[in-house]
């Protein structure tokens, strides 16, 4: 189970994810030398991957949709979507993406084409605004979408 790709309606938009990064990169079709971002459903599992700079704790905290890229080069998202956050419960960390071709739009028979487990929940599948991503220094941060 550690290589089977999820399709999963996540709080922004559908999503595939994957505890394997090369898995992943496989559905997507993209280069795996490409980092993905990693969802977590709490803080004390950030602490594990990632450490917050004093500056930002609150900031991150308080983050509702938004990834943020860390001084370790990790880009990591807390998720307080009641829905997302229980299955991501099971994980420690997990890897993610949109569930579309790289640099293309959603379409659901190729996110079902490319999953090994459907994960249905009532409101179904649909493309949502992507999550902010915000770059965090030591003393600076940056909103890179």
């Not at 290589?3 to 795996?32: H, I």
């Not at 993905?36 to 950030?46: A, P, Q, R």
């Not at 993406?97 to 599948?125: L, M, P, R, T």
């Amino acid at each position: 189970m550690k290589d089977a790709v999820y399709l999963v309606q996540t709080d922004t938009t559908a999503g595939f994810l994957s505890e394997n990064p090369l898995s992943l990169a496989k559905a997507k079709k993209r280069d795996p030398k490409q980092p993905f971002l990693i969802c977590v459903d709490k803080l004390d599992k950030l602490k594990k991957l990632a450490r917050v700079p004093k500056n930002f704790k609150k900031r991150v905290r308080r983050a509702k949709k938004s990834t943020i890229i860390y001084p370790n080069k990790r880009a990591i998202r807390v998720v307080l979507d009641k829905n997302h956050s229980r299955f991501l419960k099971r994980f420690d960390f997990i890897y993610s993406s949109s569930a579309n071709k790289n640099n293309c739009s959603f379409d659901i028979q190729y996110a079902k084409n490319h999953s090994d487990i459907i994960v249905w929940s009532k409101e179904g599948f649909f493309e949502g605004k992507a999550s902010c991503i915000y770059k965090i220094g030591k003393k600076k941060i940056f909103r890179l979408r």
